[in-house]
């Protein structure tokens, strides 16, 4: 089992920067990869990024040069630096984790971009 706690959404203007944190624990070394999805109000989950244990990153075309991914091993935590912030990048964004025994969540962080 993973558990996923996220910290670091809130309210911001178009252009302005976010960082949203996830830190994983449980059974930690059973995860593959680790990454971001978003649920916009009425649209279906979509992928947004995600990181390899490798390193290795992979970015939606409609984030790609605003939006970059990194973790830090020791403190078993995923970010998500988040620049040029436009008010379609509104959506609740949810820590994902890819492991072994399946995917897990995490509760979600609302991230509000106002024109």
């Known amino acids: 089992q993973v558990q996923l706690v996220e910290s670091g959404g809130g309210l911001v203007q178009a252009g302005g920067s976010l960082r949203l944190s996830c830190t994983a624990s449980?059974?930690?070394?059973?995860?593959?990869?680790m990454g971001w999805y978003r649920q916009a109000p009425g649209k279906q989950r979509e992928w947004v990024v995600d990181?390899?244990?490798?390193?290795?990153?992979n970015y939606a075309d409609s984030v790609k040069g605003r939006f970059t991914i990194s973790r830090d091993n020791a403190k078993n935590t995923v970010y998500l630096q988040m620049n040029s912030l436009k008010p379609e990048d509104t959506a609740v964004y949810y820590c994902?984790?890819?492991?072994?025994?399946?995917?897990?969540w995490g509760q979600g962080t609302q991230v509000t971009v106002s024109s």
């Open positions: 994902n984790a890819n492991a072994v025994s399946g995917h897990y």
């Open positions: 449980g059974s930690i070394f059973t995860i593959n990869a």
């Open positions: 990181i390899t244990s490798g390193g290795g990153t």
